[in-house]
Nanobody
Framework: QVQLVESGGGLVEPGGSLTLSCDAS????????MGWYRQAPGKQRELVAS???????NYADSVKGRFTISRDNVKNMLYLQMNSLKPEDSARYYC?????????WGQGTQVTVSS
């Protein structure tokens, strides 16, 4: 059974930091490109960052230089280090696993940036 379980969200002040984690199981982790997406109320889900099995990364322009995606292919974990958070980063963040055939999603974790 495929599972993607996100954790690490919460309430943080502008300028603060959070680290999101995604615990993956039930599939061959190294074969999947992993990503973080986010969706704010009334907006479409958007890609935040992704990372291939070999470590190649891709970031949305809005988070470049502030967010860092990483993965642990031994522990089957995905991370998103978020620094210099802004109110516009507030959203529900989802972990995604994508291959040429399959596309899996977690339930998400809420991030709220507010003073």
């Amino acid at each position: 059974q495929v599972q993607l379980v996100e954790s690490g969200g919460g309430l943080v002040e502008p300028g603060g930091s959070l680290t999101l984690s995604c615990d993956a199981s039930g599939f061959i982790y190294n074969n999947y490109r992993m990503g973080w997406y986010r969706q704010a109320p009334g907006k479409q889900r958007e890609l935040v960052a992704s990372i291939s099995g070999t470590g190649s990364t891709n970031y949305a322009d809005s988070v470049k230089g502030r967010f860092t995606i990483s993965r642990d292919n031994v522990k089957n974990m995905l991370y998103l280090q978020m620094n210099s958070l802004k109110p516009e980063d507030s959203a529900r963040y989802y972990c995604n696993a994508e291959s040429s055939i399959y596309d899996y999603w977690g339930q998400g974790t809420q991030v709220t940036v507010s003073s």
